[in-house]
């Protein structure tokens, strides 16, 4: 399974350029999200809990993170 990110700026509560700090943040707060224990469909149910996911029309085995903005 892959994760785009559209465009490249982040996704949930990552940034690319944010702070080692906030960064550290960011990751405990998905810490308990195990991909590799849990199959795919978890995975992107849990992920959208925190961000949004949607399937890429281009490859059924991938998912983008679209931005907000």
Same mark, same amino acid.
């Given at each position: 399974?892959? +994760? /785009?990110?559209? %465009? %490249?700026?982040?996704?949930? $509560? /990552? !940034? @690319?350029?944010? $702070?080692?700090? *906030?960064? *550290? =943040?960011?990751?405990? #707060?998905?810490?308990? /999200?195990?991909?590799? &224990?849990? $199959? ?11 961000? !949004? @996911?949607?399937?890429? %029309?281009?490859? $059924? &085995? #991938? +998912?983008? =993170?679209?931005? #907000?903005?």
């Amino acid at each position: 399974m892959d +994760f /785009l990110l559209a %465009p %490249p700026a982040g996704a949930g $509560p /990552l !940034r @690319i350029g944010m $702070p080692r700090h *906030d960064v *550290d =943040a960011a990751l405990e #707060s998905l810490r308990d /999200l195990d991909v590799f &224990a849990l $199959p795919a469909r978890q995975v992107v149910a849990r992920m959208r809990e925190h961000t !949004r @996911i949607e399937a890429d %029309p281009e490859d $059924p &085995a #991938s +998912f983008i =993170a679209p931005t #907000s903005c």
